[in-house]
């Protein structure tokens, strides 16, 4: 069964740095487009970054651009989001989901990570 | 890179029909049939519901259909449950290629 494994949330103070992990496992990870989907404390969902199947296209939301890295190792089948210069603004649980292949839209998500910006 | 517009809540009686509409531009909604729809209930991870406007994945109940029309895109639930009762958003892709969430729908079974 597919499962997405998110990792490495926790408390940072605005302006460091913090590096998330998603573990993959039950597909074949190298297939599959993945993303990051931020959700903040009682808000709505809002898409962070997608990562093409083989690591070669990336997009961001304009709100991260510049400061957050998504990338990927096929070999160890887990997706990473590296996040810079943070801010209270990125306060939110992150969670990794799954693009159908071929297709544009998420069809498995992980359970999230909390990640609070506080000083 | 604005966030797709839906009502902040809808809510409807046991067994009534209620709809959630999905409001874009012509640079997302308007301009590709990419649009899916998700499920979520509270402390939990979105759950998809409906994909390419109006596809019902496996697993995904046949109360729930989706249409569009232009720029707005509608999600409608039949036979409304109290398992109904949680939050919905609408997705899109968009021309830049990156994709867009709508504002969020809380459904309430009243």
């Known amino acids: 069964q597919v499962q997405l494994v998110e990792s490495g949330g926790g408390v940072v103070q605005p302006g460091r740095s913090l590096r998330l992990s998603c573990a993959a496992s039950g597909f074949t990870f190298r297939n599959h487009a993945m993303h990051w989907v931020r959700q903040a404390p009682g808000k709505g969902l809002e898409w962070v970054a997608v990562?093409?199947?083989?690591?070669?296209?990336?997009y961001y939301a304009d709100s991260v651009r510049g400061r957050f890295t998504i990338s990927r190792d096929n070999s160890e089948n887990t997706l990473y989001l590296q996040m810079n210069s943070l801010r209270a603004e990125d306060t939110a649980v992150y969670y990794c989901a799954r693009e159908e292949w071929g297709k544009v839209y998420f069809d498995y998500w992980g359970q999230g990570t909390l990640v609070t910006v506080s000083s | 890179q604005s966030a797709l517009t839906q009502p902040a809540s809808v809510s409807g009686s046991p067994g009534q029909s209620i709809t959630i509409s999905c409001t874009g531009t012509?640079?997302?909604?308007?301009?590709?049939?990419?649009i899916s729809w998700y499920q979520q209930h509270p402390g939990k991870a979105p759950k998809l519901m409906i994909y390419?406007?109006?596809n019902r994945p496996s697993g995904a109940s046949n109360r729930f259909s989706g249409s569009k029309s232009g720029n707005t895109a509608s999600l409608t639930i039949s036979g409304l449950q109290a398992e109904d009762e949680a939050d919905y958003y609408c997705s899109s892709y968009t021309s830049s290629g990156t994709r867009v969430f709508g504002t969020g729908t809380k459904v309430t079974v009243l």
């Open positions: 012509s640079s997302d909604v308007g301009g590709y049939n990419y």
């Open positions: 990562i093409s199947y083989d690591g070669s296209n990336k």
């Open positions: 390419d406007v109006s």
